[in-house]
């Protein structure tokens, strides 16, 4: 699965940004994509992810930091996802990736991160006042 961000760039408090991931996993009957951040000396931390499975049906999994001002979303036919980010705020600023899994158990992987076998190369957020 071949992961492609884009989207980033600098903005001021308060703007918004969407980032787009391109990935061919919307085909499979059990996938985990989301995206995941990580701020200068800070660890990395789930922004946002989306699980389908037979069982589980689709679910979205928001950070609470972000709930309310980001949007997850997905467009099969584009094979791409979206993060639609608004009212951006410094503490946003970061390196944003895309991560996704597919298969068989790869719907917790919005739970647990080990399982999201497949990333992006990033994409630079930064939000000024």
């Known amino acids: 699965v071949q992961l492609v961000e884009s989207g980033g760039g600098s903005v001021q408090t308060g703007e918004s940004l969407r980032l787009s991931c391109a990935a061919s996993?919307?085909?499979?009957?059990?996938?985990?994509i989301g995206w995941f951040r990580q701020a200068p000396g800070k660890e990395r931390e789930e922004v946002a992810c989306?699980?389908?499975?037979?069982?589980?049906?689709?679910?979205?999994y928001y950070n609470p930091s972000v709930k309310g001002r980001f949007t997850l979303s997905s467009d099969n036919a584009k094979d791409s996802a979206y993060l639609q980010m608004n009212s951006l705020k410094s503490e946003d600023t970061a390196v944003y990736y895309c991560a996704a899994a597919v298969g068989w158990g790869s719907s917790f992987g919005c739970h647990d991160v080990s399982i999201m076998d497949n990333w992006g190369q990033g994409t630079a957020v930064t939000v000024t006042s």
């Open positions: 996993v919307f085909t499979f009957d059990e996938y985990a």
């Open positions: 989306i699980s389908k499975s037979d069982s589980g049906g689709d679910n979205v």
